[in-house]
Structures are given as structure tokens and as C-alpha cells.
Nanobody
């Protein structure tokens, strides 16, 4: 199971950007895929997750209404559409996967567990 996050960059406040999480060695249709982020000097923060088990989605309060998670099973890729970006969204964004009969919220906990593994993150900087 390998995941690669990409699509980060420098965006002005209020702008939009879409991150991609490409899976290799497995299909995203059988996993929950989630995003979390880590800002300099801060701990990991859950962002969003999608569960194929029950179709549920999870969004943290800080991104709800601004971010949208989606998937393209044919491309084994999960996307995070980010709108109305704020400077506090600045962080390295990572994606992770969890398999099992998990809701999106449950999968988010698994993905963020210290024993979990994830690929290289992608840097988002929101600044004027």
C-alpha cells in the first residue's frame, strides 16, 4: 500500500487548490482514504476522510464548508478540493488509508495513529 500526496503550492488567502492522493498497489474503492495536516511546531490535525464502507465523510470543524473530499476509483486517486483558503491552512498535507468496516470518523483515527504509515506529504502555503 503506497500513497503519494501532491498538488501543494503557494496560494493567496481566499484562493483555491486541489490536492491529489494517488494510490499504488491497491484500489481506493476498498479503503477509507483520509487527509491530515501538520503545521510547523504543531501536532497532526485531522482534515477529512472518505469511507467506502458506508459512504460517510468526515470533515474537521476548521475546514467544514470549505474543503471537499472526492475519489476517482478508475484512477485510484482521492482529491481534496480546498476553497476559501486561510493562512492557518498552511501545513504539510498527508494522506493515509485504512481498511475495514470503518466509518469515515473511525478511519480518520486509524490513519492518524502513530503506528500508521503514510507517504511524503505536500506543502500548502497560504500567504499574500
Amino acid at each position: 500500500v503506497q500513497l503519494q500526496a501532491s498538488g501543494g503550492g503557494l496560494v493567496r488567502p481566499g484562493g483555491s487548490l486541489t490536492l491529489s492522493c494517488a494510490a499504488s498497489g491497491f484500489t481506493v474503492d476498498y479503503y477509507a482514504i483520509g487527509w491530515f495536516r501538520q503545521a510547523p511546531g504543531k501536532g497532526r490535525e485531522a482534515v477529512s476522510c472518505f469511507s467506502n464502507y458506508d459512504g460517510s465523510t468526515y470533515y474537521s470543524d476548521s475546514v467544514k464548508g470549505r474543503f471537499t473530499i472526492s475519489k476517482d476509483g478508475a484512477k485510484s486517486t482521492v482529491y481534496l478540493q480546498m476553497n476559501s483558503l486561510k493562512p492557518e491552512d498552511t501545513a504539510v498535507y498527508y494522506c493515509g488509508a485504512a481498511r475495514g468496516s470503518l466509518t469515515a470518523a473511525q478511519a480518520m483515527e486509524v490513519i492518524m495513529h502513530p503506528s500508521a504509515s503514510w507517504g511524503q506529504g505536500t506543502q500548502l502555503t497560504v500567504s499574500s
